[in-house]
Structures are given as structure tokens and as C-alpha cells.
């Protein structure tokens, strides 16, 4: 509970709202904008939607949700009591501005993949969607994170991306630069979804901490835990690589609600 107090970044007029609509006591934590992970609690037995979608909730009321890096702002929330109750909470986001980052020195066959790897990629995309679909009840992500590795902050979540002069997908991750073989640390209690070598992510590992929020950690150089395996926060999970479409070693965290690509970023800064 400590880290879920500690990182209380509720909107005050949101809070305002809520207080003034009397009934219903529900809190959010995070803040309200694109890329972000929002968790909630609301009273035990809720029903809660997320724009007329169910979203799961925990026993205990905790919920989570997130939108993604170019999501409309206008979003709502419903919540059902266990006595029947109903109230529709709209939510307004903030739209962000990103980076442009232009990266020059990248092998070719990663800026324009070579036809016979174009049924590896597709194999490859289908498997990550496929993992990240995994909903489990774990509740770990309502701790506060810890960073998976030490280094400098090189690339942010929401960039262009342009390679070698050519523009390609935005970056939906956050780069820390770190010799090869430097220690990645789970951020968060989990299970292995997924720990095999991908084209462009290279070693790549995906763990699960429940209600649909998975960690991807890309470009690795070793990857020590095993499919199923359950770990602990802080457990030393993997070796920064340079594996995949890299120029240099660095650890990529990202951070998924389902499809919905997140910032880690947002979850770190208090
Ligand atoms: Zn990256």
C-alpha cells in the first residue's frame, strides 16, 4: 500500500468532481494523459467500465486501465455498486507533444527487413500480441515500480523515429544506456510470458504483473528465467544487450495494458 499512497497523482478537479457527486468513492492514481496507466480503487464488488467496456477488478475494487500514445481525450468510466448503483464519470485526457529522433548507423536490414525475414516479423508480431492478451488476477502493479537497470536516459516514449534518414514506427519505450551484460532487474513481481530471440527486439522478455499490464524488456544480451517462471520485484531477470535493431547496448522497457501501449516514464516520476 505504501508505494500506491506514495504515488497519488489525482487530478484535484477530478478529485473535486468526485467529492461533489457525493455518492461514490473511487480514486484514481496517475495522471491524465496520453501514454499513461491509470489505477483505481472503488468500492469492493464494483462493477467498473471503461468506455462501456468491463474492465476487470480486483477483489478488494482495484481496477486499472490506460490509453495509448495518440488516444482520443474524451473517455469515461461507469461505475456499478454492488447495490445497483450507477455513476458515469467522464474523463478528459491531455494530449501530448512528442520528440522527433533521428538515429543514423543502423544495419540496413533493420530499417528495410530483407522480404524473406517479412514472415519472421509477422510470426513474431502475432506471438507478442498473443501473449499480451494474458489476464491474470495478480495485483503487482499497484506497488510502485522499481527501474529495471541503471544508466542514462537515451530515448523517451513517443518519439518519431527516423533510421538512417527514413521515417518508421514512434518508440514506445524507455531507453537506459548500459554496457552489455549490466543487470536487468523485474520491476515488478511477475510471470514469464514470453523470453526468445525476436528480429527486431532481439532477446526479448515479456512478464506479466496481472489485470492485463505485462513489462517488455528488448535487446538483450542474456535472458536468465524461464517461460512460467514467477518472479520477484528486483529479481535480476536478464543482461543489458545489443541485440536487434540497436546502435548501441541499452535496456528498452515498455510497458503494455493489453494492446494499449504505455509510458513507463509517467509510472517512475513523482
Ligand atoms: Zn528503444
Known amino acids: ?13 477530478l478529485f473535486a468532481a468526485l467529492n461533489a457527486s457525493g455518492a461514490m468513492n473511487v480514486t484514481l492514481d496517475g495522471k491524465l494523459t496520453q501514454g499513461s496507466l491509470i489505477r ?3 468500492p469492493a464488488e464494483a462493477k467498473i467500465l471503461f468506455n462501456g467496456e468491463p474492465l476487470s477488478v480486483a477483489e478488494d475494487g482495484r481496477f486499472v486501465f490506460g490509453i495509448g500514445r495518440d488516444a482520443s481525450l474524451a473517455h469515461q468510466l461507469t461505475i456499478i455498486t454492488a447495490d445497483g448503483k450507477q455513476q458515469v464519470l ?6 501530448r507533444e512528442y520528440d522527433i529522433q533521428r538515429i543514423t548507423g543502423v544495419a540496413q536490414k ?4 530483407p522480404a524473406d525475414v ?32 541503471e544508466g542514462r536516459i537515451s530515448g523517451v516514449y513517443g518519439s518519431q523515429r527516423v533510421f538512417n534518414g527514413e521515417p518508421r514506427n514512434p518508440h514506445y519505450g524507455l531507453d537506459i544506456a548500459a554496457p552489455v551484460g549490466a543487470p ?6 511477475g510471470e514469464v510470458l514470453l523470453a526468445e530471440d525476436l528480429y527486431y527486439s532481439g532477446l526479448t522478455l515479456i512478464i506479466d ?3 492485463g499490464v505485462t513489462s517488455t524488456l528488448l535487446h538483450l544480451h542474456a535472458i536468465d528465467v524461464k517461460v512460467g517462471q514467477h518472479i520477484r520485484q528486483g529479481d535480476k531477470v536478464a543482461e543489458v544487450g545489443a541485440t536487434g535493431r540497436v546502435t548501441g547496448p541499452h ?19 513523482e
Open 118 to 149: 517479412t514472415e519472421r516479423i509477422q510470426n513474431d508480431n502475432r506471438k507478442v500480441s498473443s501473449v499480451r492478451k494474458t489476464l491474470t488476477a495478480k495485483t503487482a502493479i499497484f506497488a510502485a515500480p522499481i527501474r529495471p537497470a
Open 110 to 113: 533493420y530499417v528495410t527487413p
Open 90 to 95: 467522464p474523463l478528459t485526457f491531455s494530449s
Open 209 to 211: 504483473h496481472g489485470m
Open 40 to 42: 483505481g480503487q472503488a
Open 1 to 13: 500500500m505504501k508505494g500506491w499512497q506514495k504515488g497519488l497523482l489525482l487530478s484535484a478537479s
Open 184 to 189: 536487468v532487474l523485474a520491476p515488478w513481481d
Open 251 to 269: 535496456l528498452d522497457w515498455r510497458i503494455n495494458w493489453f494492446q494499449e501501449r504505455l509510458d513507463p516514464q509517467l509510472l517512475l516520476a
